[in-house]
């Protein structure tokens, strides 16, 4: 049997996830003929086909019988797993029912299994977590070694140069990790006077939290947009002049597609955290309130 398949599954969030890419890069590039699929969130995977010209499959497409003991798979699963000759895991650790599924069904691939929670005391980027647990492979970690080198210097491509809109994204995963509302509008008000166009992407929190007379503040010196999917946000991020986003998953999509980033930072550590990619640049204060609109304006222009 052929086996051309190589599958990367992943379930984390969307920073996690772009963190993910030099690995899928570094793999097409290693087995040009094979198929690189990730196996993910329908969204993330969507993004993935759109920004990396890979393969994706669902999730949610039957995957989770791989938890059970004795797994029944569908058919189609079957067939993939048995069709691949590597697989590489950010959902299971070795010692897992996961795992042994996966050995018992794709007998012949080789299994790899990454952990993305930096350990107590890690001190380094996140990048750097991935590439230690790949050095059991020397190919596989030189290839995404040279493939960060890559991104740090050139991104993956993906952004145009751009007269765009200055492209704000004020969401992120908790609330310690947003810059103030009111900053924002400053921010925007403030663009606005000097001449530039500015977008304040809406994402699904601000959809669902910010009322109307919130949303109204905008107005005048912002266009609100709303993303409603994963590759939407990309087509936004893609056509900025720059992006200025908090310490959240579209902060690290803006900045490996290329696009001027400025990712603001509190009580998360940079260090470890920062997006990758070669136009960005990050303001951290001890609390995303001490960040003023100063700082901001003067990391843009720089």
Avoid: C
């Amino acid at each position: 049997m052929l086996r051309r398949n190589v599958l990367i599954f992943h379930s984390g969030a969307l920073g996690d996830f772009v963190l993910s890419w030099p690995l899928a890069l570094a793999l097409g590039r290693i087995y040009a003929q094979s198929r690189i699929i990730y196996v993910t969130g329908g969204q993330k995977g969507a993004l993935a086909e759109r920004a990396l010209r890979i393969d994706s499959a669902d999730i949610e497409g039957g995957w989770h019988h791989l938890f059970s003991i004795n797994a029944a798979p569908p058919a189609n699963i079957l067939r993939m797993l048995e069709g691949s000759h590597a697989i590489f895991s950010f959902v299971a650790e070795e010692d897992s029912i996961w795992a042994a599924n996966v050995k018992k069904l794709a007998a012949h691939a080789k299994l790899f299994f990454i952990n993305p929670n930096p350990p107590p005391g890690f001190s380094h980027h996140a990048s750097e977590l991935l590439l230690d647990q790949l050095r059991v492979n020397p190919v596989v970690s030189t290839a995404v070694s040279q493939m960060l080198k890559s991104i740090q210097d050139r991104g993956i491509g993906a952004s145009r140069p751009a007269s765009g809109p200055v492209v704000l994204h004020p969401g992120a995963g908790a609330e310690h990790k947003r810059w103030p509302r009111n900053r924002f509008v400053s921010l925007s008000s403030k663009l606005h006077d000097a001449g530039r166009e500015v977008n304040v992407i809406l994402g699904e929190v601000e959809r669902e939290r910010w009322s109307a007379t919130e949303r109204a503040s905008f107005t005048g010196v912002a266009q609100l947009v709303q993303s409603q999917t994963l590759v939407d946000l990309f087509t936004v991020l893609a056509g900025a002049s720059a992006v200025i986003a908090n310490d959240s998953g579209p902060a690290h999509l803006a900045g490996i597609i290329g696009a001027p980033t400025i990712a603001l930072f509190g009580p998360t550590d940079p260090t470890i955290w920062r997006p990758i990619g070669p136009k960005v640049q990050i303001i951290r204060g001890a609390s995303m309130d001490a960040i003023s609109v100063d700082q901001v304006l003067e990391g843009l222009n720089s």
